[in-house]
């Protein structure tokens, strides 16, 4: 039996669903999961001795690909001078400092070990500060999986049927209001609604969990008019856009400046890591300074912060951006000459070097629109892809990620098994 296989069994007797996230599960896909064992570059290996060109890039951190040298260096250092200490290190104050710098809405910023701590303290935060209680997410948005925001959601709980998770008390999910993401009407008709009772806004405001799709031209301008005009909080999540699509992420890309910013992942450099930031004085009302308590042991931990800025630092020095454009617009070339040969419906989305393939006619908006996508050609498309050595998310209503790490050959091999898996 292959090793996979079998740790899969194992795995399932004690980890539910032998996953320890939703999203690893192959489960709408109808397969056992592939356990990997290392992963170098663009590629991973799993533990029967296979490879794979790696788009998902363990969810989007991997921007430089896996285990860059430089990171890797980074924490064996920090590691040697202990690992965690409960106290403030300089390494944090370094952090902030850097995402202060990049990101020019962040005048304060607090650390958290993963993006939904952040998400759920930024909640907090502008409830503390607003002294109202409800709030307005999108549908299909995935903001981590507190409570608050678990409705509608986005990512795994979308690709598992369950986006209103049991367990989150009705009374909690009802101050969420969940509206359709680009419809402006919508927003305008809550404020109406709910005036003087909305705390903020908060959205992805390039969508990528439940695809990747992107905002009509005027409409995160509008978000940041219409919360302005109700004394409401912008809330950016860019937990996956901050620091891959621009070095101040989606805000950079609109000049759009949001109240607060929820970020992750990529500031980690593959280790535990989130953060929430914003405008000093929302920011101040955090304990020690203000009433809105927040906390973590592990928050601003030395090795995650050795590998986040590390990451950081080799993104500034090789400007990063400029080369995953490069190789997301081979991709899209690629893609778009396959798809129209092969006379299938379909929506490819790309912003640098996040991308998503629907199977779909239509142009892709919002929820509704994404899940047209035709689920049995994903799965056929998935698992041809997988045969020839190429790992995209499991599911449709994911995210695809290039790293740096990705060469012209790797993005030319994925073309070419593209054009066997349809
Ligand atoms: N936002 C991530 C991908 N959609 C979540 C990853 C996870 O849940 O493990």
Redesign the pocket.
Known sequence: MPISEDLYKRACRVIPGGV?????AFRRIERAPFFVTEAHGAHLKDADGREYIDYVGT??PAILGHAPECVVQAVQQAAQKGLSFGTPTPAEVDMAETICRLVPSIQKVRMTSS?TEATMSAIRLARGFTGRSRIIKFAGC?H??SDSLLVAA???ALTHGEPDSAGVPRDVAALTLVLPYNDENAVRQAFKKYRGEIACIIVEPYP??AGFFLPRPGYLEFLRDITAQHGALLIFDE??TGFRLSPSGVQGLHGITPDLTTLGKVIGGGLPVGAFGGRADIMDCISPLGPVYQAGTLSGNPLAMAAGLAQLRELERIDAWSRLESLGARLEDGVSKILHDAHLPYVFKRCGSMFCLFFTADDVVDLQSAQKTDFNIFRRYFLRMLDQGIFV?PSP???GFISTAHSEADIDATLHALSHAL
Not at 20 to 24: D, E, G, L, M, Q
């Open positions: 320890n996230s939703p999203v690893r969810w989007g993006g995935y981590g999986h986005g990512s795994g990528g969990n937990v996956m998310a209503f994911e995210t």
